[in-house]
């Protein structure tokens, strides 16, 4: 797709991974709805955008709500009068065994990672279908591919994002709906200092399992590529 007066939803959008994004798009000219939870937060890369002449606005939301899931996509649509790329990057992760896992705690995870999601698709194809057309980009994680102590809730999660994204796309194929799944690797962000569960155990996971660190610029690069070349797919590199 040409991104150039496209318009995009980025979830999650205040800081790290979708940051990161909302400036890569900017670059390419693209009109950004911009949601998380921090309000402040958002504001101030909307203004960041706005000086550079990008036309922005900011949607904040607790995407554990369902209500404001929709709203953030009813917001996007009536402000700019349509919707070319869904980005659901809003995520969470919990630590702990299955043994001893905080169940308030998955289900915490559940809501953000695989229902707000969910509820924004639902929100978003009936838009993309009147258009024409559109972009649902769901970022997963590598760990959705592998068995890591004390991270199965965080995979499962990503995991079910992954099968209700493959279906997704066979589904919604006719309608011109691709959907792309994108894959990082460990990011240099913040993330795991907002996770949930034992901190004990996310210490533990930083220096007994070695993974590939990218910075969240480069996770946006891919994005955005994913975004012009629409694979199913996109992974790190």
Known sequence: MDI??????????????????????????????LTARTAHLLERLAEELRAQGVEAITIPADLRDAAQVREAVVETVRHFGRLDILINNAGQAAAGTVANLSLDDFH????????????????????????GGGIIMNVSSMVSKMRIPALGAYAATKAALNMLSDTARGELAEDNIRVISIFPRLTATDFGKHSLGNRDMHQHQRTSTPVPTDTAEHVAERIFKAAVEEPDEMYME
């Not at 150039?4 to 950004?32: C, D, E, Y």
């Not at 999601?117 to 258009?131: E, G, L, S, T, Y």
């Open 108 to 131: 915490q995870i559940i809501e953000l990672n695989v229902y707000a999601p969910v509820i924004a698709i639902q929100a978003a194809v009936p838009v993309m279908r009147a258009q």
């Open 4 to 33: 150039q007066g496209t318009v995009v939803l980025i979830t999650g959008a205040s800081a790290g991974i979708g940051l990161a994004t909302a400036r890569r798009f900017a670059q390419a000219g693209a009109k950004l709805a």
